[in-house]
């Protein structure tokens, strides 16, 4: 697939229109006096990568910033220093300057490895098709990589024309704004145009990445947004709405009404990845529960004066919220033990009291001291 800019632009404002400021140029100030040129990723493949520069968009080899980590390899979203013209065949990137927000995830390896997705990111749009029976569990992991990733979220609910019923459709927003706290809900329907001008205007400004899972329409939006065919569009299948890869990489296009737009392609897996401040925003409510508990260690299972247990019990926390609340919590400090020695150790003490205090409970029972 070969790319070219959205619109036509002098090299003066090509890089403004790629969301270029006076911070980036400050943060660009050592490698200018290297003579090197500016530009921002727009899309990754193969070690090598596209990079819209003063120039025009140019081709450049990422081995001079290929690091050990895969979270610090070469993004799209990034901004680079490259080779200036002429300088080298191929031209390369010497440098990523540092990103200011990263949204990542980790693979579905057996190593724990971490894949960023999108760098550098304003707004996140998370795209739920209302083709399929929502998945609440779903997008509260989604909405934890979002906030995690400093970006903004907003959920989009696409195809809603496959909900005429404007009460059914109502009924599911509400669902979704239980699960989102702090998010805005939006109803959006390609077809029929609802919802899109607002979808327009919530994204005209910085960086915005599309995400959800094969099959959530994202390429269908991304052509609306961007203002003509950027991305091929098939099919969902019908017997469980699910899509093929439309979108095989992550590819960044300017927007008609200003700022950028990061397509990805539909994730499978939505593993957290050192996610802890945003699963509690995800679950902001209770969090705030949580401050009213008698103990400041309370883990809202069994324990006397739990506010979080009590809004279960009095109906104005469901119990569902706060099974996904414990699962996720309990995903992300799995993970992160898994490199962190110390906090693999304190996991471990931490089992062990759990394992004394229940063997202590039981056999203060079996003693008959306890009826």
Known sequence: MSFSLSRDFSSSDLLDAHGWDSGW???FAPYAAQGLVPGR????????CDVATPEGVVRADTAFVTPHDPLRVVCTGDWAAVDPEGASDPRYVRACLPRRTAFARSTSSKRSEGQILAANVDHAVIAVSLAVELD?????????????????PTIVLSKADLMPDPVGLSYLVEDVETVAPGVQVLPVSSTTGEGLDVLSATVAGGTTVLLGVSGAGKSTLANVLVGHDVMTVQAARDVDGKGRHTTTTRNLFVLPGGGVLIDTPGLRGVGLWDAETGVGQVFSEIEDLAGNCRFPDCAHEAEPGCAVLAAIDDGTLPVRRLESFRKLLRENQRLVAKTDARLRNEIRKDWKRKGDAGRAAMEFKRSGRVR
């Open 25 to 27: 140029a400050a943060d």
């Open 41 to 48: 990723v727009i899309r990754v493949d193969r070690g090598q």
């Open 136 to 152: 609440l569990g779903r997008i509260e992991r989604f909405l934890a990589l979002a906030w995690e990733s400093g970006a903004q």
